[in-house]
């Protein structure tokens, strides 16, 4: 989608493997499925039956082609001073914006497959919940999470020095602790 | 090190001991009276294992109570407990966010009362729980906690009423607090229906398909049973947590006490409000009557009464009530402004799609073809979340209104948001549509759907600008949006 005025879209993107990790998972969901319908539809009826092994099909031959390579081209991400911004989706594309103040921490995560293809995902969570920017080169994701860490320490340190105008008490209440990376 | 809790806390240990130890205690007696037969022998063993249970409890409590020791050390709150493992907990005085005090009937029955130390942290209850101090030891420790805390400018308002729950209007509370009660007797009867449809597919489903119509009349009786019980229950749960309700502003806290057993007085720090629900469940909006629940910093895991600003008010009551608690978020929830006109059929379509999809699956399965009307029940429950679907951002407030079963709105200042979303399906593109998602914690999440794309990007980019200058939890203000920080791998090829 085009996008909102005054703030750039987000431009980097993931790691160009990161479509085969998909594929690889693509293709052996839509085997199980196909598996488990094959498995089912014996009992179920006529069409019923086509359908239960048709879909997984179509998945399995078009879909796992097709669709790592679309989430692929839509997922872009950017790290700003101030935010973070992640763009992605295929069906439903949606941007999320978030405030690097609201950042408690970030974590990186490699599954086998991920590891033996040198990539990692970085997960950043904040008070409501946490958002998942998959699949980046190891490097990417080392970096980005130091990155995110230092700006949102920065964040909390800017706090501390700042004249307490808003009347607000706790310096206990900037995270020095919490804010750091896992 | 530190001094040891009242000696009421041995009684606190040992029921607590018993409560953990209850359920594996019923089990084994449930299973040595069934398996010998209920004669005398079997009464006397069990009412041996309880005097034994009864013991234990009472050991436990008193070694617990011997090995726990609390102290003031320096600038921190300390606690030492337990005998083989030990555990240790300090909190500085200034991450203490609120010295929750509560009286359950044990601590009424000594005189005592326990001390919740609450960091925010997260979890459920305090980060230290004192289960039984007496009252002069308690006022000690919010005296030395008040003291050593670096104090607030004083903002100096002038003192307010406290806020009560009449007994009337808890009363309404409890008998308007059916929400639950409409749901469970529905899943109830749901998986009844299922199960005997899917649990023996061909007896079932005759069984079924001839037997519903003439035991009606009982269907409807269990039906209407199960509702009295869920409803019941949940008035008696509403009485309970909500008698003595009361709520006042005290500089830059909310003091809130309710609890019908268990008092409990409470202080919820106005920098960790985040957002506030006005929430008019089904049975309240008729009356006009609606709830306000609060979104807390790190209170996620508290039981949904901690989230509770006010249990019951007047719907016109919501804004001079606001004004009065928490100025900072207080906004009128009315007069917002709706999607546009063309948005209205997506909100009645794919809920009418579904009911009527459901609805012809069980008027087959059934043989009641009016069951088909389903449909329409599901276009009319669209309808209703059209006409409460509305968002208004003026002044960095932010509203939003929507409905699930109740009709909600949120409140909140745009810069206390956690994140927000510009978020267009596939099948909004053509119709130029998006929705708009604002994360303001774990349990409240302002959501507009299908505005127009132009006014959602709008809405969104206004919402960016809102620059995050927390009343608390961390982020000074920002300096404006930076560049997209080029970083030293950029231009660093992929491996």
């Known amino acids: ?182 | 090190m530190g001094e040891r809790l009242h000696p009421a806390a041995i009684a606190v240990f040992a029921v607590a001991a018993l409560r953990d130890a209850a359920l594996p205690a019923l089990v084994i007696l449930g299973v040595s009276v069934l398996g010998g037969g209920l004669d005398a022998d079997a009464l006397l063993r069990a009412l041996g294992l309880a005097v034994l249970g009864t013991a234990g409890a009472a050991a436990i409590g008193t070694i617990r109570w011997a090995t726990t020791r609390y102290g003031l050390a320096g600038d921190a709150i300390r606690l030492r407990a337990g005998w083989l493992s030990v555990k240790e907990v300090e909190i500085p005085f200034t991450r203490v966010q609120a010295l929750d005090v509560e009286q359950g009937p044990l601590q009424r029955l000594f005189g005592v009362q326990a001390v919740h130390v609450q960091t925010g942290g997260g979890g459920a209850g305090g980060e230290i729980v004192l289960g039984a101090l007496a009252p002069a030891d308690v006022v000690r420790l919010q005296e030395l906690v008040a003291g050593r805390r670096p104090q607030a400018l004083p903002e100096q308002r002038p003192p307010v009423p406290e806020r009560r729950l009449s007994r009337r209007m808890l009363l309404v509370a409890a008998l308007t607090s059916g929400q639950l009660g409409v749901i469970l007797p529905l899943l109830a009867g749901f998986s009844q229906v299922a199960d005997d449809l899917f649990g023996d597919p061909q007896e079932g489903g005759r069984a079924v398909a001839g037997a519903l119509p003439d035991s009606a009349g009982e269907w409807a009786l269990a039906a209407g049973g199960l509702l009295a019980v869920a409803w019941l229950l949940a008035a008696l749960g509403t009485v309970v947590a909500f008698a003595g309700f009361a709520v006042r502003r005290e500089d830059d806290a909310l003091r809130m006490r309710r609890g019908l057993l268990q008092r409990r007085e409470v202080t919820l720090r106005v920098a960790r409000v985040r957002a506030v629900r006005v929430v008019e469940g089904v049975l309240r909006q008729p009356f006009g009557l609606a709830t306000l629940r609060v979104e807390v910093v790190g209170y996620a895991k508290e039981p949904a009464a901690a989230q509770t600003l006010f249990p019951l008010l007047r719907a016109a009551d919501v804004r001079p009530l606001l004004a009065e608690l928490l100025p900072e978020l207080a906004d009128d929830p009315g007069g917002l402004e709706p999607p546009p006109p063309r948005a209205r059929r997506r909100y009645l379509l794919p809920p009418a799609a579904v009911a009527l999809g459901a609805g012809a699956v069980a008027a087959i399965a059934l043989e009641l073809p009016w069951l088909l009307a389903a449909g329409l029940a599901g276009g009319a429950y669209g309808e209703l979340r059209w006409r409460a679907a509305g968002w208004r951002l003026a002044g960095g407030r932010l509203a939003v209104r929507s409905r699930m079963l109740a009709r909600s709105t949120v409140l909140a200042p745009a810069r206390d948001r956690e994140s927000h979303d510009l978020a267009q399906t596939a099948l909004q593109r053509r119709a130029r549509l998006a929705h708009v998602e604002v994360a303001f914690g774990k349990r409240t999440s302002a959501r507009v759907r299908h505005l127009d794309l132009d006014v959602a990007r709008g809405l969104w980019a206004a919402l960016s600008r809102a620059e995050p200058t927390s009343t608390a939890h961390r982020g000074g203000a920002r300096k404006g949006r930076g560049a997209p920080l080029s970083p030293p791998y950029a231009h660093e090829g992929r491996r």
């Open chain 1, 1 to 182: 989608m085009a996008e909102p005025s005054a703030i750039p879209e987000p431009t980097r993107r993931l790691a160009p493997q990161a479509r085969w990790v998909w594929r690889i998972y693509w293709a052996l969901g839509s085997t199980a499925a196909l598996m488990a319908g094959r498995f089912v539809g014996d009992e179920a009826p006529g069409a019923l039956a086509l359908l239960l092994w048709a879909l997984p099909l179509a998945s399995l031959v078009i879909g796992t082609p097709v669709l790592p390579e679309l989430r692929w081209r839509r997922w872009r991400w950017e790290v700003r001073e101030g935010e973070i911004d992640l763009m992605r989706g295929v069906l439903v594309v949606r941007r999320t914006l978030i405030p690097m103040g609201r950042v408690q921490h970030v974590e990186s995560e490699r599954g086998v497959l991920e590891q033996s293809l040198g990539l990692a995902s970085v997960e950043v969570h904040t008070a409501a919940g946490s958002h998942r920017i998959p699949l980046l080169t190891d490097y990417d994701a080392g970096l980005l999470r130091a990155q995110i860490a230092e700006l949102a320490r920065m964040g909390d340190e800017d706090e501390r020095e700042r004249p307490r105008e808003a009347a607000k008490p706790e310096g206990g209440e900037a995270p020095g602790g919490d804010a750091d990376d896992g």
